[in-house]
């Protein structure tokens, strides 16, 4: 068995991956055998952070939910935003919200990772309509308050911004709380909770995505199912090519304590085309019959910390360390415990040996 460590910490990562080992391609079409990659997901505290840290720049492309070619409206029926026609030629929209403006203002780094690698966090996923949602940003015993606080999703400005939202100020202050984003005149003060911060609007940070024009500006996030789409990412891509399952860290059970053994398999290395219905593309939420339990790794990928809970510290050669166990064959270390479960997912402490030929590639 030949084997690879592939580490995955987060990145800006705007388009899928390529999913490439240290010594050539991972896996292709017609491979005897087909490999397995476990992805070892160092998710903690300041992945949840802003995604851009930069001034907005009309000139830059800024991806993430929001089509950025495109404007939208937000209906108060609906509680979110909703793409209305393509942006002008400075990315401006007049009468509604840039895409490319609210991707800069509001994406975390952990959405671009789920926009890589599943098409991101679906809060509605029915057969005709898709609604993607943010990262919970954290907040609360556990964590430091994210609300304007530089160090991790910062207070942003924009001057003269006329254009790129519904409203006509001249210093337009944005901040992102939990999951959502609050425009005001107000360049301090104020918190999640308080009208100071949020005096223009209050707004979640949720988007339809993969309609018939969003579908057509971003053919490479949006897939066919039937007469509609559904958003997918490297992941489904190469799900016919390839053996995939994710090593994370554990969240609720070593929250407040930086030393808690960090390292759990999370979603068992398998073809994951059972994940979602073939038909429509609805996600599963339990594809590996947990039992009432969170299961799969597209569901793990999307959901993970969205209860507000993330590790505040990264112990990746634990990590390594159990991933290596489990391509071995090998039962989990007794310092994982003997939790069922963990942030809603299931630990898988018994599991099959992930190995199913001598001549398999495992990465």
Request: hydrophobic share 35%; with cysteine; net charge negative.
């Amino acid at each position: 068995m030949k084997s690879f460590l592939l580490f995955v910490p987060l990145m800006a990562l705007a388009a899928p991956p390529l999913l490439d080992a240290p010594h050539g391609p991972l896996g292709l079409p017609g491979s005897r055998v087909a490999p397995n990659l476990l992805l070892h997901l160092s998710l903690t505290l300041t992945d949840a952070g802003a995604a851009y840290t930069d001034d907005y720049n009309a000139g830059t492309e800024y991806a993430g939910y929001f089509n950025p070619r495109l404007c939208y409206v937000y209906p108060a029926d609906t509680g979110y935003f909703s793409p209305a026609k393509a942006v002008g030629t400075n990315r401006e929209c007049m009468d509604g919200f840039s895409g490319n403006l609210l991707n800069w203002a509001s994406m975390s780094r952990i959405d671009l990772l789920r926009y890589a690698l599943t098409g991101g966090h679906r809060f509605t996923d029915e057969p005709a309509l898709t609604v993607l949602q943010r990262a919970w940003l954290p907040d609360g015993t556990y964590h430091v308050d994210f609300h304007a606080n530089p160090a991790y999703f910062p207070r942003k400005a924009i001057k003269g911004g006329d254009g790129l939202t519904p409203f006509g100020v001249g210093t337009l202050y944005i901040v992102s709380c939990r999951d959502r984003i609050l425009f005001s005149e107000a360049g301090t003060g104020g918190s999640c909770d308080k009208p100071a911060g949020k005096q223009l609007g209050e707004f979640n940070v949720r988007v339809e995505v993969c309609g018939k024009v969003d579908s057509e500006s971003r053919p490479q996030l949006c897939k066919a199912y039937g007469t509609g789409f559904k958003p997918e990412g490297a992941i489904q891509q190469n799900a016919a090519f390839m053996r995939i399952g994710a090593m994370g860290y554990l969240a609720e059970a070593g929250a407040g304590d930086d030393n808690f053994y960090g390292g759990a398999l999370r979603a068992p290395i398998k073809f994951v085309g059972t994940e979602w219905d073939a038909g429509t593309g609805v996600l599963i939420a339990d594809p590996d019959g947990a039992g009432g339990t969170n299961s799969g790794l597209i569901n793990y990928i999307n959901l993970i910390g969205m209860r507000g809970q993330y590790k505040s510290s990264a112990p990746g050669a634990e990590l390594f360390y159990e991933g290596l166990r489990y391509l071995q064959g090998r039962a989990p270390s007794p310092e994982t415990g003997d939790l069922a479960a963990d942030d809603g997912f299931a630990i898988w402490n018994t599991r099959d040996d992930p190995v199913t030929e001598s001549c398999q590639r495992s990465v």
